[in-house]
T-cell receptor, first 111, second 116 residues
Framework: SQQGEEDPQALSIQEGENATMNCSYKTSINNLQWYRQNSGRGLVHLILIRSNEREKHSGRLRVTLDTSKKSSSLLITASRAADTASYFC???????????FGEGTQLTVNP | GAVVSQHPSRVICKSGTSVKIECRSLDFQATTMFWYRQFPKQSLMLMATSNEGSKATYEQGVEKDKFLINHASLTLSTLTVTSAHPEDSSFYIC????????????FGPGTRLTVL
């Protein structure tokens, strides 16, 4: 069963704006990962944050993790039309274990 | 970065036939591969975990006789959908875990299966 819930389910913004997506989960985790999927394609790994970390950055991406609230957020700054895709969070209960994916957020960046 | 390929990318078959999907890790050896299924506009559902040289571990509700998984080498896992029916039509995605970066899974591009 899917552990993660993401909101919003869909997000439409203008190019240049920031996009924030949230993910909540139910059980203890070792790490949480964010993936991107273009329509009809495979997933691309974006960033991994471990349970003892609170924030990570990678380029225009910023991920936060609040283990007390069992939630994470993905911020994409200065969005581009090419950022249009579905974004999924995935949790691992232990190091190297299977991933459980959230429902995903469909991001549309309008030029 | 690590590359995972899938073949075929798209397959259309008649009801009752079997379809084999290959998943290959191209530049690393993957002792563990995963098979997911994704319906339109939905998330990925893990079907099974494939371990090289041993039997696959199937998720609850996934019929192992329906979805045969073989992981005969460190770079190849196959998923065979036996006696396919229209309800098996879906997007099948594999991933592989690189032992050097144990927590990250690298995904294949997916296979679109349509059963007529």
């Amino acid at each position: 069963s899917q552990q993660g819930e993401e909101d919003p389910q869909a997000l439409s913004i203008q190019e240049g704006e920031n996009a924030t997506m949230n993910c909540s989960y139910k059980t203890s985790i070792n790490n949480l990962q964010w993936y991107r999927q273009n329509s009809g394609r495979g997933l691309v790994h974006l960033i991994l944050i471990r349970s003892n970390e609170r924030e990570k950055h990678s380029g225009r991406l910023r991920v936060t993790l609040d283990t007390s609230k069992k939630s994470s957020s993905l911020l994409i700054t200065a969005s581009r039309a090419a950022d249009t895709a579905s974004y999924f969070c995935a949790t691992a209960s232990t190091s190297g274990s299977r991933l459980t994916f959230g429902e995903g957020t469909q991001l549309t960046v309008n030029p | 970065g690590a590359v995972v390929s899938q073949h075929p990318s798209r397959v259309i078959c008649k009801s009752g036939t079997s379809v084999k999907i290959e998943c290959r890790s191209l530049d690393f050896q993957a002792t563990t591969m995963f098979w997911y299924r994704q319906f339109p506009k939905q998330s990925l559902m893990l079907m099974a975990t494939s371990n090289e040289g041993s039997k696959a571990t199937y998720e609850q509700g996934v019929e192992k006789d329906k979805f045969l998984i073989n992981h005969a080498s460190l770079t190849l896992s196959t998923l065979t959908v036996t006696s396919a029916h229209p309800e098996d039509s879906s997007f099948y995605i594999c991933s592989a875990r690189d032992p050097m970066t144990v927590d990250t899974q690298y995904f294949g591009p997916g296979t679109r299966l349509t059963v007529l």
